[in-house]
């Protein structure tokens, strides 16, 4: 019985290691723009918003916080300074979503044209929540073909 492990050049593999190997420039860097560009864009102070079609506002909570879980899920898994955090990215994920979410929610309520809204927060959550879920499929398909074993 010959065992071998399969080879690790599956796409998930791969963005895996560009990734990893450019850290700051892929991940760091992209998660404080959006983030910061988020906070800016929530704090714009608007009378109306063009809207296209009904629920539009909920869905563009819902990928921004789909986004940002994406980002600040990679973020804290690949950073080493905090090796509690980096075994747990996706229980400190949700938490700091939870939180960022209720106070982006509740400072929209001293913004001239925008208010606070149970519904924006839940697209909010879960948006984190998909993006979360999205980064533990990513990682759990990268552990399991990279740990792949095959018996002839």
């Not at 860097?29 to 714009?44: C, G």
């Not at 009904?54 to 899920?73: I, P, R, V």
Request: net charge positive.
């Amino acid at each position: 019985m010959k065992k071998y492990q399969m080879p690790s050049n599956s796409f998930s593999n791969r963005l895996y290691n560009i990734l990893s190997a450019n850290i700051f420039s892929l991940v760091y860097i992209p998660l404080i723009l959006y983030w910061f560009t988020l906070f800016v864009f929530t704090t714009i102070p608007t009378n109306e918003m063009p809207q296209f079609f009904n629920a539009q506002d909920k869905l563009e909570h819902f990928l921004a916080y789909f986004f940002l879980t994406l980002l600040l899920t990679l973020a804290i898994h690949f950073q080493s300074k905090f090796r509690q955090l980096s075994g747990r990215p996706f229980i400190t994920a949700v938490i700091l979503i939870f939180i960022y979410a209720t106070a982006d929610e509740l400072h929209q309520l001293f913004i001239p044209g925008r208010f606070c809204d149970l519904y924006d927060w839940l697209a909010d959550i879960l948006g984190g929540m998909i993006g979360i879920g999205t980064i533990y499929l990513f990682l759990k398909k990268r552990v399991s073909v990279g740990a792949e074993i095959i018996s002839q």
